[in-house]
């Protein structure tokens, strides 16, 4: 019967992964209305508290939006098109000879 209230079983219930980039907490956002362009109202996503990075929106259709969020986090987002990882960091330069 050791039931302990941490922050860590918050974050479990979250179910989201520590950040691939920074290793930082996610959370969950969401687009309020009004924020931005009209077309992302009540779009929900995922976002590294430390740096930032974010999945990409996804509408809560059948209100399993963050099943399918936590899924694509989890997943790590080198899976999909993030151009910056891959196709910069390829080349390692680092021996010209001058
Ligand atoms: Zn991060």
């Known amino acids: ?4 209230m941490t ?13 691939p980039f920074c290793g930082g907490a996610a959370r969950f956002g969401k687009c309020a209305p009004g924020e ?6 009540g779009a929900e996503y995922v976002e590294c508290c430390d740096c ?16 399918v969020l936590r899924d694509m986090w989890n997943r790590r987002p080198d899976d999909r098109k993030t151009p910056n990882a891959k196709l ?11």
């Open 36 to 41: 931005q362009e009209g077309e992302n109202d």
């Open 7 to 19: 922050m860590t079983e918050d974050r479990e219930k979250l179910g989201l992964s520590l950040c």
């Open 52 to 67: 930032g990075a974010s999945t990409c929106l996804v509408f809560p259709l059948m209100d399993s939006a963050k099943q």
């Open 88 to 98: 910069n960091g390829a080349e390692p330069s680092g021996g010209a000879s001058v």
């Open 1 to 4: 019967m050791t039931r302990a």
